[in-house]
């Protein structure tokens, strides 16, 4: 059974914007799926909606099974046991995220409590662990969030995103707002605890090679829709659809000699979720548009062994 299996999920704000149109994706047990796209293209709302935490105003449609279960219809109870065990998250802005004024062992604990597995001395045993798991010293335990620079706020993320052992962590943009150092650095951490963990991993970032580097299969969206999916490699050195290359080379890779040229920029942005062009939402950027693009829009379909991508141009 798959891990993760998100099938025709649309999500509309209250605004009218349709920031997810009909995505379907799936994680086996284990894998790493990366999803890329330009900030406004609904990355970060199809994360939250995997664990049902957007605005009471977002409507939702489809199905996300985790492990088999339909987390957009289980009761509130279930809901909150499968937050940290079942599946956690990691954000961009670990200051937004930790409590300024509660020492960080106290918020990596709180999971562990809330969730009865453990009794606060076993818990605060737990916490060093988790600590030295994500290469921080036991004792940082009783820091405050200010006292640590901001990799190492992002490393305490990680180690609340463990606490429950979760079999899925979702990362959005978990590095994004880090130096390239550190960034590495964090990547390579999270690599590692999921492979020695066996924990399934939704990596979001706008940069295709970070997640070339980072996982097994990749996604890129677009206007709330998936337009290519497929093997990590593979999608990031010849994208099928012309979004995807535009990606890939707007972040090339550093130290490949192919790609030293200066990245052809994409111009403009993303569509207006609550306005979207007709036919194809690419083609008004779209280096290589045909006149039926601007009409009819389309589907994913078959681009190669285990590649899909929605492309009048592919097939
Ligand atoms: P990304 O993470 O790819 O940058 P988001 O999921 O944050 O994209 O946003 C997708 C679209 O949904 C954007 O147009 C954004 O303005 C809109 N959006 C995000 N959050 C809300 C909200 N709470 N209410 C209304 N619109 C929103
Ligand atoms: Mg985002």
Known sequence: MNLLEIKDLHV?????????????????????????????????????????????????????????????????????????????????????????????????????????LATPAAA??????????????????????????GGQRQRVMIAMALACAPRLIVADEPT????????????????????????????????????ADTCDRLAVMYAGRIVEEGPAREVYEAARHPYGRALSAAFPRIGDAATRRAPRGLPGDPPDPSALPPGCTFHPRCPVALAACAAEDQALRAAGPGRSAACVLVG
């Open 124 to 149: 605060r045993t737990r916490v060093g662990e988790l600590l030295e798991q994500v290469g921080l010293p036991g004792a940082r335990a009783d820091a405050y969030p200010h006292e640590l620079s």
């Open 176 to 211: 994004t707002a880090l130096d390239v150092m550190i960034q590495a650095q964090i990547l390579r951490l999270i690599e590692q605890l999921v492979a020695e963990q066996d924990i399934g991993l939704l990596m979001i970032s706008h940069d295709l090679a970070v997640l």
């Open 12 to 116: 509309t704000y209250g605004t009218g914007a349709a920031a997810v149109r009909g995505v379907d994706l799936t994680i086996a047990p284990g894998r790493k799926l990366g999803v890329a796209g330009e900030s406004g293209c609904g990355k970060s709302t199809l994360a939250m909606a995997l664990l049902r935490l957007l605005p009471a105003s977002a409507r939702l449609t489809g199905s996300v099974l985790l492990d088999g279960e339909d987390v957009l219809t289980m009761k509130w109870g279930r809901l909150r046991a499968v937050r940290w065990a079942g599946a956690s998250i990691v954000f961009q802005g670990a200051m937004h995220s930790l409590n300024a004024v509660h020492r960080i062992g106290d918020q990596i604990a709180e999971p562990i409590l809330l969730h009865g």
